[in-house]
């Protein structure tokens, strides 16, 4: 009933044209997004991020409400007269798993905000940034979520795989908010792989200024991750200046654009 008031609202402004940023939106909070469920007030344009729960059922569409949900947003995303997507990596999956046709799709690459670029930080403004997060030496950073596309544990243990002498000129921070639960199963993940929390910090939440400061401070950033649409971590990174390496998978290489930058997130 809502998505029908919606529309029949938006077709009283007489729209030259309706874009949807964002079409995956109002399962569990008070939002409706809606695509074509009435006859059409103007065309519709959605931007296409990707498609991540569909490809991975199993850790995004495990409940069948969820699932029912999504699936009914795919079609919402089908009925559209054109698709914004993200990366040449999310326009495919639209091809090969909505069939959805290439010429209603348009490519669009994501861009990072002004903030992210290289800054020049004063000794005590360096000193004072590291310590409150209990960084104590050059450090190699990810940030972002914590959840099994990202691959944290998987950069984990690469880090422990890195010679002990190595080891102890370096530390990896993990920087982003995540939940008691998840700092909890990676501790666990690190003592049993043998690494102290000295050599792994998690940083918690940090403000934009502190992730640009970072991301301006860190020896390297990596992106590990399975999938992503885009990827943009790596760009921002990219955006201040910093050596930057991530997974040859999905969105990942369009953004680095260097093979050599490139690396198996299974191996």
Wanted: hydrophobic content about 45%; aromatic content about 8%; glycine content about 6%.
């Amino acid at each position: 009933a809502a998505e029908r008031i919606r529309e029949h609202f938006i077709a009283g402004l007489k729209p030259d044209l309706v874009f949807i940023p964002s079409l995956i939106e109002g399962f569990n909070d008070n939002v409706v997004t809606s695509v074509n469920i009435s006859p059409p007030a103007a065309p519709t344009v959605v931007t296409l991020y990707d498609l991540i729960p569909l490809l991975r059922p199993d850790t995004y569409l495990s409940d069948p409400r969820v699932k029912t949900w999504y699936l009914r947003k795919l079609q919402a995303l089908k009925a559209a007269d054109l698709l914004l997507a993200i990366s040449e990596s999310a326009c495919r999956e639209a091809i090969d798993y909505l069939h959805i046709p290439k010429d209603k799709i348009v490519i669009v690459n994501c861009g990072v905000d002004v903030r992210f670029k290289p800054i020049i930080f004063s000794l005590l403004q360096k000193t004072s940034i590291l310590q409150r997060h209990q960084i104590t030496r050059p450090f190699v950073m990810y940030s972002g979520a914590v959840e099994p596309r990202k691959n944290v544990e998987g950069l984990i243990s690469g880090f422990g795989l890195l010679p002990q002498e190595t080891r102890a000129l370096y530390q990896l921070a993990i920087v982003g908010k995540h939940r008691t639960d998840q700092r909890k199963t990676l501790g666990a993940y690190l003592h049993k792989i043998g690494l102290s929390k000295d050599e792994v910090i998690f940083t918690g939440y940090v403000s934009d200024e502190e992730l640009v400061a970072l991301y301006n401070l860190c020896a390297l950033f990596v992106l590990p991750s399975f999938h992503e649409g885009f990827g943009l971590p790596a760009l921002e990174a990219m955006a201040c200046g910093t050596p930057t390496i991530g997974a040859n998978a999905t969105g990942i290489p369009e953004v680095i654009e260097r093979m050599d930058a490139l690396f198996d997130p299974h191996q």
